[in-house]
Nanobody, 121 residues
């Protein structure tokens, strides 16, 4: 079994930065990713990273602002979020698995409990 625990959420003003962490227990999984869900909206893909870390992919709205990385020795994935915008406000979830389509939430087997990110304008 795999457990994912997120940390690092909080409140920040627009233009600020946060770094989220996701610590995984159990085996190392192929793809680790971040999703987010704002109130009244569907869960959306944010960023993903391959097992080696060589492959990264992002949704268009966060490209050049967010950076995903992973430390396989410590089974941890990070997302550095810079130049945050009000519309980045959401609960952020870590996910892990072997998705056919990395941006599709239903393809992931394991999820964290989520961490709130609030950006004030």
């Amino acid at each position: 079994q795999v457990q994912l625990v997120e940390s690092g959420g909080g409140s920040v003003q627009a233009g600020g930065s946060l770094r989220l962490s996701c610590a995984a227990s159990g085996r190392t999984l192929s793809i680790m990713a971040w999703f987010r869900q704002a109130p009244g909206k569907e869960r959306e893909f944010v960023a993903g990273i391959s097992r080696s870390g060589a492959g990264t992919f992002y949704t268009d709205s966060v490209k050049s602002r967010f950076t995903i990385s992973r430390d396989n020795a410590n089974n941890t994935v990070y997302v550095q979020m810079n130049r945050l915008k009000f519309e980045d406000t959401a609960v952020y979830y870590c996910a892990a698995g072997t998705p056919v389509i990395p941006s599709r939430a239903s393809d992931y087997d394991y999820w964290g409990q989520g961490t709130q990110v609030t950006v004030s304008s």
